[in-house]
């Protein structure tokens, strides 16, 4: 089934659609694909249905779905202004293809915004669309619901959603010139296919941020030795040039933040500075609750109550964001210092949200003079919700003794801050040496519980914006591999790719998905 939700006759599509027939844009990109693989199909365009389709009435009648949505970035009813959230029938497609999972079947969800409006929470009417809901006062009592990101974690296998993951922002200043990295298969069913790595043509719009997604599996944050029932893969990832944003700068040891709420984390050391030694710099990587967390470099003269925030050049900026003018000086009352009591940060150097991977942070020590100077580079954390961390690794202080890849030399003198003696509480976890954490990110997740029939992907972009009939054909065939976990291709287990057979004399393939027979 060819599940075409791309709300075109509704108003939030970006880039809009150009004039179409009546029928839904880029559908013949999925049908000349499932036609290429020797599979059979049906369309259910949403529009002209007007309804969610029953995930026993029809979804069931199918051993694979393709949900896909195009350019629709929140679905809304035809004429639907902005400010009043999502329409009642996102939720409702969600349910249904949820409850399809349920009985076992086959999901690739995609589309160049798939999930953005679940992953943002937009809120909804649980009844009908109208009346609508009022998503700028969201205390109005207008008896509207959040949507939730919870299909995206427990059956796409995405536990963190993080836009504009796939975007190459070219000229920082502008979003006019954005476009997508390309995507490499790394894993089942990607791995080796051979027009990997895919040119993904998706043009923004001009003055509007882009969306392309990458995706912290699941299994990243809830461990398969204790949650098998999650597990969940990272099939493809957006070749960025940049090395891993969770992996060591170099080479196998970094420090860790770990993640946890209320804490205030100083990685601190102290060291002379002098004319020629006055630079600190180290490598950084962060994903932080944007507005609400912040990064930030301390230092003061050794003996002396001077401390101050320190700038880094186009990365800090004195932007105190949501927490300070919600009260967290009752949390962490010794950045009233920097930010002062309005909250105007005249003293505040700091950054927020999440880094575009490994950041070389360049920090000038020469206002201290000739002096003894200690430093801290601290993470400051609001009462609820993370990001996964602050990662540093690399740094290089003045002199010698503070140089530290983290490896044979170890902390090389760098202690973990005592936050009580700033008037916060005790850190429930604190920085930490450690080899890579594990977490994995990539342009598309799949979801393959032991325990479950289901299988599902899901791609942080349009699979129509694949350039190339051919490499959107082996994407979807059986060259490459798509059939291996959602069953879009049905051929006999000896004419199977060798992945397939190996899972297939394993049992790990549902014998239903590769029989001959069947739509």
């Known amino acids: 089934m060819i599940l075409a939700d791309t709300d075109y006759i509704g108003p939030s599509n970006f880039p809009p659609y150009t004039a179409h027939d009546g029928t839904p844009p880029f559908l013949s990109a999925y049908t000349d694909a499932v036609e290429a693989s020797g599979r059979s199909y049906d369309v259910y365009d949403v529009d002209a249905m007007g309804a969610a389709p029953d995930h026993l009435g029809v979804l069931g009648h199918y051993d694979a779905v393709i949900w896909y949505t195009a350019n629709d970035l929140l679905s809304r009813v035809a004429g639907q202004p902005g400010g009043t959230g999502a329409e009642t029938q996102a939720n409702t497609m969600m349910l249904q293809v949820r409850a399809y999972l349920n009985e076992g079947g086959r999901l690739l969800y995609t589309g160049r915004h798939a999930g953005w409006q679940f992953a943002n929470a937009f809120d909804y009417n649980p009844v009908s669309t109208p009346p609508l809901c009022d998503a700028v006062d969201l205390e109005a009592n207008d008896g509207c619901l959040f949507l939730s990101d919870d299909f995206l974690q427990y059956w796409l296998g995405a536990y963190l959603f993080v836009e504009d993951g796939g975007t190459d922002r070219g000229d920082p200043e502008t979003t006019d010139d ?11 069913p990607f791995a080796g296919a051979t027009s990997s790595p895919w040119t993904i043509d998706q043009a923004f719009a001009a003055g509007r941020d882009a969306t392309t997604q990458s995706f912290i599996t699941t299994s990243s944050i809830l461990k398969t030795d204790t949650y098998p029932q999650f597990t969940s893969t990272a099939p493809a990832e957006w070749v960025t040039g940049i090395v891993g944003p969770y992996e060591p700068h170099s080479p196998t040891h970094y420090v860790y933040s770990q993640r946890a709420d209320v804490r205030y984390q100083r990685l601190m050391n102290t060291f002379t500075v002098a004319p020629g030694e006055d630079q600190l710099s180290f490598f950084i990587s962060y994903d932080t609750e944007p507005n609400w967390d912040f990064v930030f470099v301390e230092a003061h003269t050794v003996g ?94 003045p002199g ?27 850190n429930p976890l604190d920085w930490i ?21 289901f299988r599902t992907l899901y791609f942080g972009f349009g699979f129509e914006n694949v350039v190339g009939t051919d490499e959107r054909n082996e994407m979807n065939g059986p060259g490459a591999r798509l059939p291996d976990l959602v069953g879009t291709w049905v051929g006999s287990a000896g004419g199977a790719d060798p992945t397939v057979r190996r899972r297939w004399a394993r049992g790990e393939l549902n014998p239903h998905v590769l029989a001959d027979t069947g739509t």
């Open 304 to 397: 002396q109550d001077d401390w101050v925030t320190l700038p880094v050049t186009g990365i800090t900026s004195s932007d105190t964001g949501e927490s300070c003018p919600e009260g967290w000086f009752e949390l962490h009352p010794w950045l009233e210092r920097y930010q002062g009591a309005d909250c105007s940060g005249a003293g505040w150097n700091a950054t927020s949200g999440r880094s575009p991977g490994w950041e070389e942070w360049e920090v000038d020590l020469s206002s201290f003079g000739n002096a003894d100077v200690e430093v801290s580079i601290s993470y400051a954390q609001d009462w609820a919700t993370q990001g996964l961390g602050v990662w540093i690794d690399d740094i290089d202080a």
């Open 433 to 453: 040496l450690t080899t890579d954490v594990g977490f994995t990110e990539g342009a598309m997740t799949s979801m393959d519980p032991p325990d479950a029939d």
């Open 400 to 426: 010698t003794a503070a140089n530290t890849d983290f490896e044979a030399s170890g902390m090389a003198g760098w202690t973990v801050g005592d936050p009580t003696e700033l008037g916060s509480d005790i």
């Open 178 to 188: 954005d476009t997508a990295f390309p995507v490499a298969g790394t894993d089942v």
